[in-house]
């Protein structure tokens, strides 16, 4: 039942007579509360209340398998959370968050939990009991630390970690070796561990705005890599075993220190595009005309390219 955008300030207590609805969309209403009756809705299967006015988790049905509650304005998850077993997907990013009960770690049929926009400092060990989560969203809280215990999850699709306070990545997030996409952007890293080259499965990877002087030479390792997002650092180079991602189409470097490109990128046999703008190059390896390039950015370097004219022959697009 889609009951989205309707200008909804309360919810009839007649809804609980529609036993065989499975699926309820209340997204972007006025709602501060919902009828406790919601809860003899034993079909209902996925509960969507995103962009409400809810201050509390609400009475849920037993058997719901997604809750969404993005964009509220809860305070606090109640205990008793850890009691509905059936649930799959939980969203309760965009609140006021600054805990989770240690129940919520006995949800252990959770594929996705999204926690973001809130105002966690921590995350307890617990997290890493979660053994069924495909997709975690950490970002945008005031957390501290990355919990080594995410490295004994099953992630697979995505590991969203941004605008927090890290200042390492922990050696056990390299157990993540089939997680396909990783973002830890804006934080405070100063250095990566060699463990990141365990992460196989990696096919985006984001660690742009930190503080990042190198990059471990174990990054080569990263063979299905397509995306790589280096950008407001502080890099001076690349390590040689950057000719190791093979299947590499967009890296991203502007706005670092970087003097050099080591001569190895040109084995980055599929990459079509380069940004190096704002940094500090001179020249560049001639092996970047092995590369099928199809826009090379280098505005605000002081460099010399006399063979420009064969890249722009071939298609290429060069800014300057």
């Not at 993005?70 to 509905?84: D, H, Q």
């Not at 190895?264 to 590369?291: M, V, Y």
Request: charged content about 20%; aromatic content about 4%.
């Amino acid at each position: 039942m889609d009951l989205a955008w309707k200008q909804l300030t309360t919810l009839p207590v007649e809804l609980a007579e529609l036993d065989g609805v499975e699926e309820l969309l209340l997204d972007g209403n006025q709602l501060t509360s919902l009828p406790v009756e919601l809860e003899t809705l034993t079909a209902l299967r996925a509960l969507h209340l995103d962009g409400n006015k809810l201050t509390a988790l609400p009475q849920c049905p037993p058997y719901l398998e997604t809750l969404s509650l993005y964009g509220n304005a809860i305070g606090s998850l109640p205990a008793k959370l850890g009691r509905m077993a059936s649930l799959r997907h939980l969203s309760v990013g965009g609140n006021r968050l600054t805990s989770v009960p240690d129940t919520l770690w006995q949800l252990t049929g959770l594929e996705s939990l999204n926690l973001a926009e809130n105002s966690l400092t921590a995350v307890p060990p617990g997290i890493g009991k979660l053994s069924a989560l495909r997709m975690l969203d950490l970002g945008h809280n005031a957390l501290s630390a990355i919990p080594p215990e995410l490295g004994d999850l099953g992630l697979t699709d995505y590991l969203y970690l941004s605008d927090n306070r890290f200042t390492e990545v922990p050696a056990a997030l390299g157990a993540l070796d089939r997680l396909a996409y990783l973002n830890i952007t804006d934080n405070r890293l100063t250095e990566l561990p060699s463990e990141l080259g365990n992460m196989a499965g990696l096919v985006e990877l984001r660690l742009y705005n930190n503080r990042l002087e190198s990059l471990p030479a174990s990054i080569g390792g990263l063979g299905r890599l397509r995306e790589l997002h280096l950008q407001g650092n502080r890099l001076t180079t690349l390590p040689s075993s950057v000719g190791g991602l093979g299947e590499l189409r967009h890296l991203d470097l502007r706005n670092n220190q970087v003097s050099s490109l080591p001569a190895s990128i040109g084995q980055l046999g599929r990459l079509r595009h380069l940004d190096l703008r704002n940094n500090r190059l001179r020249s560049l390896p001639k092996q970047l005309l092995d590369l099928p390039l199809e826009k090379l950015d280098l505005r605000w370097n002081k460099l010399d390219l006399p063979w420009q004219g064969e890249l722009e022959a071939r298609g290429c697009v060069v800014l300057r």
